[in-house]
């Protein structure tokens, strides 16, 4: 039979234990305050970065002027880009196809505070679908939600390209079937990566795009591969949507448990 400690051994025991909660408590302490102290380094370090970031746009904006200039001069340029591009060219079905030979550029303005977003422009010239002369979306960001917002079309009579017709022989019908589709989609806290793939991708180097092989020229059996692509466009946007109510979940869940 094991001994039984005595009360006085427990009693050590037991300061013993509560020396070493203290000790435990005053490690977790600082160690806290460290970590305050590394998000502070990083809030700064974040601040001169986009400090750098802000400077050497203002430096880029000139280029993207002359740029522009430059192209404007080319017919079809940012139709043709935009539709070589290999995931915004399942944006533009045969729908559309004919209104965007009236697209006369895309640019992308970041927001004077960068941390806030920026939106992408569409310029159209006269044309029989509809009035505006320009298309915006809106990519905002405002403490930590996500949001898109656009421009609302002014369709002429019976032209209207939008669509919510489900896709053939799939089984449920996507939150954006074109161009025109997504462009009047507003996500709220919902991250916008169409926007991201065409201010990160397409509008910093369009030319790569524009001197790409035609791809009427391959082969049907492709159509199966880029409805494959489209899908997988579309999942991005689920994926991060997900990811966010994940987090957001995670995070009151651990503060239900705080409390």
């Known amino acids: 039979m094991a001994d039984v ?45 986009l400090t750098v970031v802000q400077e050497f746009d203002g ?25 070589n591009h290999p995931k915004l060219k399942l944006l533009v079905d045969t729908s559309v196809e004919d209104c965007f030979n009236y697209l006369s550029y895309v640019q992308v303005l970041d927001n004077e505070n960068l941390r806030t977003g920026y939106q992408v422009v569409f310029a159209f010239h006269s044309n029989p679908y509809f009035y505006n002369t320009e298309l915006i979306k809106h990519n905002s960001y405002d403490n930590g939600v996500v949001s898109s917002r656009n421009t609302n079309i002014e369709w002429k009579e019976n032209m ?12 449920r019908s996507p939150p954006v079937e074109n161009f025109f589709d997504w462009l009047q989609s507003c996500n709220s806290n919902k991250h916008d990566i169409v926007c991201d793939i065409i201010k990160d991708d ?8 524009f001197f790409l092989p035609d791809d009427n020229c391959e082969d049907n059996s492709e159509s199966e ?21 994940t987090t957001e979940s995670e995070d009151n869940r651990k503060q239900n448990n705080v409390d």
Not at 59 to 83: C, D, E, G, Q, T
Not at 225 to 243: A, F, G, K, T
């Open 5 to 49: 400690p005595s009360s006085r051994k427990m009693k050590k025991i037991e300061e013993e234990e509560k020396d070493a909660d203290e000790h435990t408590q005053s490690y977790l302490e600082e160690a806290s305050m460290v970590q305050k102290d590394l998000e502070n380094v990083a809030k700064c370090m974040m601040n001169k970065i």
């Open 59 to 83: 430096l880029k904006r000139p280029l993207y002027n002359k740029r522009h200039s430059a192209l404007s001069s080319v017919p079809h340029f940012w139709a043709i880009a935009f539709m």
């Open 160 to 171: 209207n390209l939008s669509t919510d017709r489900k896709r053939n022989g799939k089984k």
């Open 202 to 209: 397409l509008w910093a180097d369009p030319l790569k795009y």
């Open 225 to 245: 591969s880029e409805d494959d692509d489209y899908d997988d466009l579309l999942d991005s946007n689920d994926e991060e949507s997900h990811d966010e109510e």
